[in-house]
């Protein structure tokens, strides 16, 4: 016969053995767990969505990161690489008849087609955590909460990660106090959001030439991005009313988290812009302290984009948070639990008269809630003992003809390697008791 053709894994995506699958899910509890916890419920949504809900939210520019296609209805879809749209489409049908705010978490798997590298592959699985119908500040302290808890219960601290908080309305403010044009302010978002990267000279340079900022105005708004805090800003524009007003929003904003006792995590930082026609009001990221890996998560207010799937204006504010660079993240600080088989019993038949009996006792086992495995067919007792160990198994319950016999079973611990007698009508009822 010719040999198997191999079928490689696609590049961008994994496979989950039972090893990586145990690090997933582990990642996973902590993230429901955290969400039940702050009062959340979790939805969920199809793989496959039209692709024009994509464009309407990211513009025709998206079509190309994403899995879309022409599917044998004629429709144009996309797999979806965010969770978000599917939220306000969801929502859009039926959040007018639903009490306020509307508390919603779900854990999507998403698919871009990107270009590889560390932290971010072509599928992930991505924590999305979203309230909405809140307008308030206490909505956007909630979620970041939410999500600052998660990691704190992952084992991270605040020499391990931060949140870098900024402000989409006192940005604005700033950069109209200085005299930024309105036509100019995307323009200028682009290099504030470019800044650590590029570094101070080069986005002087693109401030002064292509945003059209004058000088003076430029080195006031360096000035604020170098800064730490909000103390430049207030010090430097404090006095302007829009200013004023935005920095009042943050203080309350600040307040809350450092009443929950999550101010260490939090560092006011106006160089976090994200998405430039998406947001709305306050965002934010989280970051490794060591500055060695991609975001671990980012969101923010984004208020009319129910509105503009059909839904009625409503707020809304929420983040997504990845598995893949969260999962480095754990591993690189020796977070993530060891995987070992494990199992609670292991039922040995010494001869093959006793394999019936021990199907009944395993399945009795079972049915009370124990986990139990066995041989599928005969083997030396030394070998189901070896099977036994492999699996994890804590306890073996070997049936012997002589003690099967005297109406008893032996038990043996593995890790201790003592034995004792169990009576048969107890291990068919469920209830080993020696």
Known sequence: MPKGKAFPRLPGFR??????????????RSWRGMARRYGFQEYDGPPLEPLELYREKSGDEIVGQLYAFVDKGGREVSLRPEMTPSLARMLGERSRAMPKPIRWFSIPQLFRYERQQRGRLREHFQWNVDILGEAGTGADAEVLAVAVDALRALGLGPDDFLARVSDRRLLSAILDALGVPGDRIAATYVHIDKYERVGPDLTRARLHESAGLAPRAVDSLLEILDGSGLDVVEDLLGERDAV????????????????????????????????????????????????????????????????????????????????VVLTELLRDRGLLPRSAPAMDWFVASVSPAQRLLGREIAHALREAGSTVSYALEQRPVRKQLAMAARQGARRVILLGPEETARGVAVIRDMAQGSQQEVSLADLRRGRPTP
């Open 15 to 28: 496979d989950f053995a039972p090893e990586a699958l145990a690090e997933r899910e582990h990642v996973f």
């Open 244 to 323: 004023g007003a935005s920095l009042a929003e943050l203080h309350r904003y600040q307040a809350d988290l450092t009443a929950m006792g999550l101010g260490p995590f939090l560092r006011f930082d106006l160089r976090i812009v994200r998405g430039l026609a998406y947001y709305t009001g306050i965002v934010f990221e989280l970051f490794d302290r060591r500055g060695e890996m991609r975001a671990i998560c980012g969101g923010g207010r984004y208020d009319q984009l129910l509105e503009r799937v059909g839904g009625e204006p409503l707020a809304a504010v929420g983040f997504g948070m990845g598995d």
